[in-house]
């Protein structure tokens, strides 16, 4: 997937997401936590592109249907053709956006299975992200304005600065973490700052 192609697909989740606002902001989130820890999960640009992506989609299942949005969205990604990814790469997002909420992959999920071992690991690492990103907008009201991430001594610690309190988002951040938990083998603390 090439820079330009993430356009492409900004433009397409603007059209096909009911809250693009939100979408942006867990695309905004997730690219932050997954900077902040580039030197502890070793991979590059181009998966930072398949996570910007599945961060702007993770949603589009809600344009198909009310039910089940996040199975919606991965067959909706791996079936469209238009979008400007290869056929491996559309597969790593419409996993990532499969994982983006509900139950971790398990060994019956035929798509998840069928991939390498080092692409598995990334699907969890892009869902695992988005998953905290998701949470820490659960408001829609994009109350976070900066987040930072930091890996130590076994516990993934996720520093946030936020309007108002941050209780609901630190909750489902936290309940949402357990993908990245796994990734990492770390636990995982939430802290929050209020903005003056």
């Known amino acids: 997937m090439k820079k330009q192609d993430l356009q492409i697909v900004h433009e397409a989740a603007a059209l096909l997401t009911e809250d693009f606002r939100h979408a942006e902001q867990v695309c905004r989130l997730s690219l932050a936590i997954y900077d902040d820890l580039s030197l502890v999960h070793g991979c590059g640009k ?3 592109r398949l996570l910007a992506a599945a961060a702007l989609l993770h949603d589009i299942g809600w344009s198909v249907s009310n039910v089940s949005h996040h199975k919606c969205g991965m067959a909706f990604i791996a079936e469209d053709r238009t979008l400007p ?3 491996r790469e559309r597969i790593l997002v419409a996993l990532a956006v499969r994982y983006h909420r509900g139950p ?3 060994q019956r999920h035929q798509l998840y299975c069928g991939l390498s071992k080092q692409d598995r ?3 969890q690492l892009i869902a695992g992200i988005i998953r905290i990103a998701d949470g ?3 408001s829609h009201a994009g109350v976070v304005r900066s987040v930072h991430a930091k890996l130590s001594t076994g516990t993934l610690v996720i520093s946030c600065t936020g309007s108002g309190r941050g209780s609901p988002e630190q909750r489902t951040a936290a309940k949402k973490a357990d993908m990245l938990m796994k ?4 636990g995982i603390r939430i802290c929050w700052k209020r903005c003056p």
């Open 121 to 123: 690991r990334k699907v």
């Open 104 to 106: 971790l992959p398990k």
């Open 183 to 186: 990734v990492f083998s770390a």
């Open 85 to 87: 990814f290869s056929l």
């Open 136 to 138: 820490l907008d659960r």
């Open 46 to 48: 181009q998966t930072r």
